[in-house]
């Protein structure tokens, strides 16, 4: 019975090289991954509609708001979310590593180039809830922010091809 008990309190904890550590560095990454195509496909939306289009969009989060598994996992819980050139970026750790054994970053391609902005979170995401609002507003120049409002961590997200980059270029 002993033995059973110890073997089942063993596999259930996450310890670095166990499967269960592998199990929840895929299930993050996995999550990464869908925040970062729910950013892009909100921004692709409001790119596609041109200036004074704005577009909100939901996501859930799970483990990238348990700075818990995130420390287990990654040594880290420092969460980012970046958008520079032609793609959105999310990474847990200090730097970003896009491939091999310590991969903690996924990036999904835009049809816009940002100029580059990040939004670093030390203690993971701020909430499970998150709003990603984008707005195409010719009179604001092209930003990222983040607050927390209603349970929601909200994310905004100002484009402005026109504005911020030269005239012609990166119009739909």
């Known amino acids: 019975m002993l033995v059973l008990m110890l073997y089942s309190v063993n596999s259930i904890t996450f310890q670095q090289g166990s499967t269960s550590a592998e199990t ?3 299930q993050i990454l996995l999550e990464e991954k869908n925040l970062a195509n729910t950013i892009a496909g909100t921004v ?3 790119y596609a509609q041109g200036p004074g289009a ?3 969009t939901y996501a859930k989060v799970t483990y990238l708001a348990e700075p ?5 996992t990654f040594g880290s819980t420092s969460v ?5 050139g032609n793609s959105v970026m999310v990474w847990v750790g200090s730097n970003s590593v896009t491939s091999g054994d310590n991969k903690n970053t996924v990036t ?8 580059e902005a990040s939004l670093p979170f030390p203690n993971g995401l701020p909430s499970k809830s998150v709003r ?3 707005e195409w507003n010719p009179d604001k120049a092209e930003g990222w922010s983040s607050k927390t409002v209603d349970g929601y961590l909200e994310i905004r997200i100002n484009i402005n091809p026109v504005g911020d980059h030269e005239e012609g270029t990166d119009q739909p």
């Open 80 to 84: 980012t979310i970046k958008g520079s």
């Open 24 to 26: 929840l560095n895929m």
């Open 108 to 115: 999904t391609e835009v049809p816009y180039s940002f100029k």
């Open 44 to 46: 692709a939306q409001v």
């Open 54 to 56: 704005k577009s909100t």
């Open 132 to 134: 990603i609002v984008v």
């Open 68 to 72: 818990d598994y995130l420390q287990k």
